[in-house]
């Protein structure tokens, strides 16, 4: 292991244990991973692991394991990478400050494996001399019960969010660095130039169908015979295109047509409907709020975006209640406020 570059991955569940794994599985890391809730467990036992990509497995642990990031943070130990994997919900957890006692200014590069968009804005401005990079993951994978269980074959695309104060030559080399630790010849892990526009591109689906069907409880297929799709989806679709061009990314022409018929004969549930559901947080910041804030920045008006945000922020605090993460007084409070 001596010379091996200290690589630390925190999320070890679905997404980020096959993640975990493929690092492993090329053995040029010296891998840590932190694992919050089942660490007893992967401790002792490891993670079993169906997966498509890797066949079945049991007992798989990486070199290190650590309950929190801060038994992370081993004194006289630099990490080279570190990576999240874990879902991006700033309004609950924000992971610049979590990571912080494993960061060394200048020398850490922080992998941002998850889903959402302008990601790295957080993180550039509080390590501003560090290298952001950007990872698209098409992972099929979840924990049930403990087991891993990955579906879909592992393809991500990885570049960097760019940060301005960095020379590009320094922000692609890393970049490169952790694809060659990352990629192996199960997986298919490839440089994608263009981040910002790759998340745009996402942003067509996830900013509006799975937002409306979060709100209304239902699939993409029901959605679109109850006439949803075309009222209000699609209308909010157009808002994105608008805010990417006022960000000088030009998305292809046919863009809307593409993301609509993305799903052609499946009644798919997207995952923020497959959250609410659950009753789990969505990742309401990552895929709306920060498309709202790049608009205001640029004057681009959204008035369906902001409607779909505003009443997900109600549903958020309602799926925060349900967690134990708000908690009311039993009387409810009275306001002053004078509304006009
Ligand atoms: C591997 O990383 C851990 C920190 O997670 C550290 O304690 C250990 O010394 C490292 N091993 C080597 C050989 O660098
Ligand atoms: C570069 O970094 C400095 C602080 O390190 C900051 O004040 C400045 O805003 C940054 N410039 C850009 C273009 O981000
Ligand atoms: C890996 O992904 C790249 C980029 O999407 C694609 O061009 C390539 O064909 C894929 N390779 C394999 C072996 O699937
Ligand atoms: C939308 O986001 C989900 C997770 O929230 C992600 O798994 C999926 O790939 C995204 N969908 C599209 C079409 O990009």
Same mark, same amino acid.
């Given at each position: 292991?001596?010379?091996?570059?200290?690589?630390? *991955?925190?999320?070890?569940?679905?997404?980020?244990?096959?993640? +975990?794994?493929?690092?492993?599985?090329?053995?040029?890391?010296?891998?840590? %991973?932190?694992?919050?809730?089942?660490?007893?467990?992967?401790?002792? !036992?490891?993670?079993?692991?169906?997966?498509?990509?890797?066949?079945?497995?049991?007992?798989?642990?990486?070199?290190?394991?650590?309950?929190?990031?801060?038994? +992370?943070?081993?004194?006289?130990?630099?990490?080279?990478? %570190? /990576?999240?994997?874990?879902?991006?919900?700033?309004? /609950?957890?924000?992971?610049?400050?979590?990571?912080?006692?494993?960061?060394?200014?200048?020398?850490?590069?922080?992998?941002?494996?998850?889903?959402?968009?302008?990601?790295?804005?957080?993180?550039?401005?509080?390590?501003?001399?560090?290298?952001?990079?950007?990872?698209?993951?098409?992972?099929?994978?979840?924990?049930?019960?403990?087991? %891993?269980?990955?579906?879909?074959?592992?393809?991500?695309?990885?570049?960097?969010?760019?940060?301005?104060?960095?020379?590009?030559?320094?922000?692609?080399?890393?970049?490169?660095?952790?694809?060659?630790?990352?990629?192996?010849?199960?997986?298919?892990?490839?440089?994608?130039?263009? !981040?910002?526009?790759?998340?745009?591109?996402?942003?067509?689906?996830?900013?509006?169908?799975?937002?409306?069907?979060?709100?209304?409880?239902?699939?993409?297929?029901?959605?679109?015979?109850?006439?949803?799709?075309?009222?209000?989806?699609?209308?909010?679709?157009?808002?994105?295109?608008?805010? +990417?061009?006022?960000?000088?990314?030009? *998305?292809?022409?046919?863009?809307?047509?593409?993301?609509?018929?993305?799903?052609?004969?499946?009644?798919?549930?997207?995952?923020?409907?497959?959250?609410?559901?659950?009753?789990?947080?969505?990742?309401?910041?990552?895929? *709306?709020?920060?498309?709202?804030?790049? +608009?205001?920045?640029?004057?681009?008006?959204?008035?369906?975006?902001?409607?779909?945000?505003?009443?997900?922020?109600?549903?958020?605090?309602?799926?925060?209640?349900?967690?134990? *993460?708000?908690?009311?007084?039993?009387?409810?409070? /009275?306001?002053?406020?004078?509304?006009?």
């Amino acid at each position: 292991m001596q010379g091996k570059p200290n690589v630390l *991955l925190v999320g070890a569940g679905g997404v980020g244990t096959i993640v +975990a794994y493929g690092i492993d599985y090329v053995s040029k890391s010296n891998l840590s %991973i932190v694992v919050r809730r089942d660490y007893e467990k992967v401790k002792d !036992a490891g993670y079993a692991i169906q997966s498509v990509d890797y066949g079945n497995i049991e007992g798989w642990k990486p070199q290190n394991i650590y309950p929190s990031v801060e038994s +992370a943070a081993v004194p006289g130990v630099t990490y080279d990478f %570190i /990576i999240l994997t874990t879902k991006n919900l700033p309004d /609950i957890v924000k992971l610049e400050e979590l990571i912080e006692p494993v960061v060394t200014s200048e020398k850490t590069a922080i992998v941002l494996m998850q889903n959402g968009f302008d990601l790295g804005r957080p993180f550039i401005k509080k390590y501003p001399k560090n290298v952001i990079i950007s990872g698209v993951s098409h992972i099929g994978s979840h924990n049930s019960n403990g087991v %891993i269980h990955q579906t879909q074959k592992d393809k991500s695309l990885v570049s960097y969010f760019e940060n301005p104060n960095l020379s590009q030559d320094v922000q692609e080399s890393k970049t490169h660095e952790f694809i060659t630790l990352y990629s192996n010849k199960c997986n298919n892990c490839s440089y994608f130039a263009d !981040a910002k526009w790759y998340r745009y591109r996402k942003l067509v689906y996830n900013a509006t169908l799975n937002t409306v069907c979060a709100l209304t409880g239902v699939d993409t297929g029901r959605l679109d015979l109850a006439g949803g799709l075309e009222s209000v989806s699609i209308p909010a679709m157009k808002e994105v295109i608008a805010v +990417a061009t006022a960000d000088g990314v030009e *998305l292809p022409k046919d863009v809307i047509n593409s993301v609509v018929h993305s799903d052609d004969g499946d009644w798919f549930e997207p995952s923020m409907r497959v959250d609410v559901k659950k009753g789990n947080p969505i990742e309401l910041e990552a895929i *709306l709020g920060n498309l709202l804030q790049v +608009a205001r920045e640029l004057n681009v008006e959204a008035p369906v975006l902001n409607v779909l945000y505003n009443l997900l922020k109600v549903v958020q605090f309602r799926l925060k209640e349900g967690q134990g *993460l708000i908690t009311l007084p039993k009387e409810r409070p /009275i306001s002053d406020k004078i509304y006009k």
